[in-house]
């Protein structure tokens, strides 16, 4: 059950283009950064060198891409970059950019992905703290048609349809059922745009370092020759036949639904603003970015909601260790064995259950007319379970005892019950040194926390 680490670049790479709305020269420089940074977004023009975090709070506009802002600050075009990060396990960065823009590129995510591997990711310290969806979380918008839903699953994947307003392009869907094939599945697929809304983009301001290199252009309603001939001597292209409907581009589409896959890299890009790694199978219809970053917002609400997990739980399946094995560990004998089986465990994490029957011995003192588990019990039961912890990684572990030195941060947060079936969670929060442990100890019934409490152990060899 030893937790996935979180991971950096091990170091840092820089890549240079025109920004896609400002038509800018840009540098994007992405950094390691010390394990629970996650992103951040540092405006290196500015005299303060002000920092962005790339949550999806910080969204001010998805008019054509993800616009992050801290005051007046702001970063546009930020989605592709990322995707990357996100799609290759990275969870700290911190990303230096000298304007108000990511350079667009090729349109995609593949450079990003290329420099990534080539500088290397390390390990860090501290476990990756994934989220792990339980039940169905679902946005919608009525008038757009847009939905995202997520549903429980044991990894992240993700499927995209889209159904696009047009005769030659109308309905295609991509799937991502496995993070580690982004790279090569869906990392080169390029932003796109149809003619019919280049001008209005144009008037808003935008996209004027547009070209046929970094976006696949879709031209799918036929108008004029005069018009489209115009059309190409704004965006400095070659004039093209007005009755040829089709993709213009330079390169030819790697797949037909390189739109759609671009979506999803999109979604991906988006979803790595909510700040956890996600288990959990996004589907989503006609998605964009306002429907994107609603979802990050919705999702970031709920892990705030439930920031501490549960573990997960199957009854069926049989225990690491059972109740014999248990004595064979621990000393305790009725009434004080506490913990009756154990489900995972690692070297620094274990996870333990007990269910609380009407039956126990101290529920006719505490209290005959509501019974309830004494909170010491609680306290003691999740110091057995990390008693076994330490103890399973012992040679000759009958021979040693482990004694409570120090409890601190007790929190007792809600009853527990006859009937109640309860999961520990315990990490060790340092290395076992000259025999001390200190571990942070979490009970839980259902998907609450009931109790928590950290607490120092001394393992002492019997006389």
Known sequence: ????????????????????????????????????????????DLDDQPI???????????????????????????????????????????IQVNGPEFPILDGSAAMYVDKIKEVGIVDQNAPKDYYIIRKKIEVKDE???????????????????????SKFIN???????????????????RTFVFVRDIV???????????DLNNAIVIYEREVSQDQLDQLADILKVPHMDAKK?????????????????HKLLDIIGDMALIGKPIKGRIVATRPGHTINNRFARLMRKEIRKHEIQAPIYD?????????NRIRELLPHRYPMQLVDKIIAIGPNSIVGVKNVTANEPFFPGHFPQEPVMPGV?????????????????????????????????????????????????VELLHPVRHGISTMKGYMFVGDTVVSEATFTAQIVKNK
């Open 171 to 189: 309905s295609q869907f991509a799937t991502l059922d496995d993070i580690q094939t982004f790279a090569e599945e869906i990392a080169p697929a």
């Open 315 to 323: 009854p069926n399946e049989a225990p690491i260790m059972d109740n």
């Open 377 to 425: 019990l609680q306290i003691e039961a999740m110091a057995q379970c990390g008693g076994l912890l330490v103890l399973n990684q012992v040679e000759e572990p009958e021979v040693w005892s482990t004694y409570f030195i120090r409890i601190e941060d007790v929190k007792f947060r809600q009853k527990v019950v006859p009937g109640d079936t309860i999961l520990f969670r």
């Open 52 to 94: 962005i975090d790339a949550i999806a709070e910080k969204v001010v506009d998805t008019q054509r891409g993800t616009v992050l802002a801290s005051g007046d600050v702001r970063v546009s075009t930020v989605e592709h970059g990322m995707a990357a990060l996100y799609a290759m396990g990275i969870d700290n960065c911190l």
């Open 245 to 261: 409907i089709g993709y213009i581009q330079n390169k030819p589409l790697t797949w037909e639904n390189e739109c759609t896959r």
């Open 1 to 44: 059950m030893e937790a996935t680490k979180q991971k950096t670049l091990k170091g840092s790479f820089s890549l240079f283009g025109k920004g896609l709305h400002t038509g800018l020269s840009l540098t994007v420089t992405f950094n390691p950064a010390p394990e629970n940074t996650g992103y951040k977004i540092q405006r290196i």
């Open 200 to 210: 209005p983009l144009l008037e808003a301001n935008l996209i004027k370092g547009g």
């Open 143 to 165: 008038e757009s048609g847009s939905c995202i839903t997520i549903l429980p699953d044991d990894q992240f994947s993700i499927t995209a349809m889209c159904s696009f307003e």
